[in-house]
């Protein structure tokens, strides 16, 4: 009897598993979204590379945050999402039962759309990732290098114990930047991380992007299409909760394939 | 200055005269004629009917024409006020009170008063919009007045009779002989034990409440009905609150033995409310985009509560339980019957004994007055309370101004 219920609990903890093919990190299968009764994201099939920059494009309201926010389960926090199919995250279900959301945002870093930095000093914003999954690290390592990962340590090397509050919005970006690399993700995830910035901060963002695909993973949602062409490898277009497109960004931008994703790009609508 | 303006000046200066002097009569309820209140109403209304015709004659345009309109309803309380009996009589409908016409007057005075202060700043203005709004922010600076003129009364008229009272001995010594000598030193150290504890015992159980609100419950059945209860339990009037103590604390748990604990268990379902209300808006102040960047690093929604939610809103929080202590220390009714004995108790000896407490004691020397000669050791303790009390408050503020979080 009871190895039969411990059985039944073994079988039950043990996590679906498949092999992705070589050189992909993610990748949907199936995946729609509900938030109560309206259908946000309609049988998304979608494949992200590793070490490459994939840009999710499309009018307001097409989900595109929607589905970034799937990768690493941030809808969770929102009570009435119901999801179908799966995500899979190096091989891993990311929506199986038995996935630990806290797991899962360790391997998968956020950037969010406006710069958020907690009103604790610049170092204690970049070790708190490390302090709350308990990192066996030195404090004044981590921050050293994600800042300069972040190419932001020569702005504040001098002033680390000051309220992250007291830097500019650019700054509080590339610091938000630092503190999502500070728990050593794999995947990095940004919600339009440039539409609260000018013009000077979005070039050094950007800039950044190009040096962080070397090590990283990183998707990236944005309403700016320039900066998609810029920026990323692979683009999705996506219109009303359904992907339209997915090709590599030169393709997309230079000869697509469906109409809906010519016209937007072209500027027609949206 | 033109015409116009020293026309409406003369209105604002009148009109300010007579609702002075309605208050005043309203106040001291001297017996007053008819005719004072009508010849100030009627040379009010005058002076509209001035200031309406003339701007008519200088500009040709009928902007004045609603001056002209509200002096003859002023016309028209003054002379319908004189049908107003000299006692309305309301017992013939089952209400026991008889309301003499001074009353009427005076309350006319006051409100024509107000009223037409208000009116004088658009003959002041030209008619035009402006006038409107130095109207709107006039009658926004007298309800200021309004709201701090009995705040002041009430502190000047203790501070000033009370004063003498305060000594070092006052502050020192024992009670003696039912108050009427020596001091109120175990009523202070009793009063202050007394919000100590209570402060510890509602500090966890309201943080506790706001959290549980503000961060895990779901919009549902059960968030309407806790934060219906504790709206209850605000609105309950405190002598309630000294009841259920009783009932409950005093005879239940402590077998009939009245203590400090008892007390500071009412004082803290009292001040329940007031500290998960003001924690749950300084956790709800805390913007979601710190909750998310944290959640999005891998922390637990613990972790998150514990070390980005809580420490912002931390001076939010204290800030309101001080507040709530401030009035738990003014409360009497609720100790009344759970905490306090007459004046004889001593200083405070333990948890489960009895103690004195200030508002108690003021109560208590209260009913002594015109049986003995304590009203200026009553006055004294009646300062003493304020102090304390707003010494509590005060800190609050300045808690709450240092540790200010902008986001």
Known sequence: M??????????????QRISLPPGIKAKTSGFSLWYGSTKALKDINIEIKENKVTAIIGPSGCGKSTLLRCFNRMNDTIVSVRTEGNIWL???DIYDDV???????RKVGMVFQKPNPFPFSIANNIYYGCQVNDMDVEKDEVVERC??????????????????LSLSGGQQQRLCIA???AIEPEVILMDEPCSALDPIATAKIEDLIHELKKDYTVVIVTHNMQQAARVSDYTAYMYLGELIEFGKTKQIFEKPREENT?????GRFG | MSGRKLIALWLFVVSVVVALMGFWFMATRASMDYWVMAGSLILISITCYLSGVHHYLTTKNRHGRYIILYGSVVLMVAGLSIYIPDVLDLRPWEIYTRIPSDFFFSFFMLIIGILSSYVSFRPFHNFTKEGAQSGAYYIIHLSIIFTLFPLFLIMFNIITRGMGGITWEFLTEDIVSMGEKGGVYPAILGTLAMISLTAIIVLPLGVGTAIYLAEYARKGLAVRVIRTAVNILQGTPSIVHGLFG?????????????CLLAGALTLAILTLPIVTRSAEEALNAVPGELRDASLALGATKWQTIKKVVIPPSMPGILTGTVLGIGRAAGETAPIMFTAVYFSGTGTPSGLLRPIMALPYHLLSLYRLVGYRDVEPQAWATALLLLIIVLGINLSAIIVREKYRQRF
Not at chain 1, 99 to 105: L, N, P, S, W
Not at chain 2, 246 to 258: D, P, R, T, W
């Open chain 1, 2 to 15: 009871i190895n039969k219920v411990l059985e039944l609990l073994k079988e039950e903890k043990a996590c």
């Open chain 1, 90 to 92: 190096d091989g891993y």
């Open chain 1, 99 to 105: 996935t630990d959301c806290v797991d899962i945002r």
């Open chain 1, 147 to 164: 800042l300069k990962q972040a190419a932001l340590w020569e702005e504040v090397k001098d002033r680390l114990s000051e309220n992250a």
């Open chain 1, 179 to 181: 503190r999502a690399l």
């Open chain 1, 262 to 266: 010519e016209k937007y790009i072209t």
């Open chain 2, 246 to 258: 009783y009932a409950f604390f005093v005879l239940i748990l402590f077998n009939g033995q009245k």
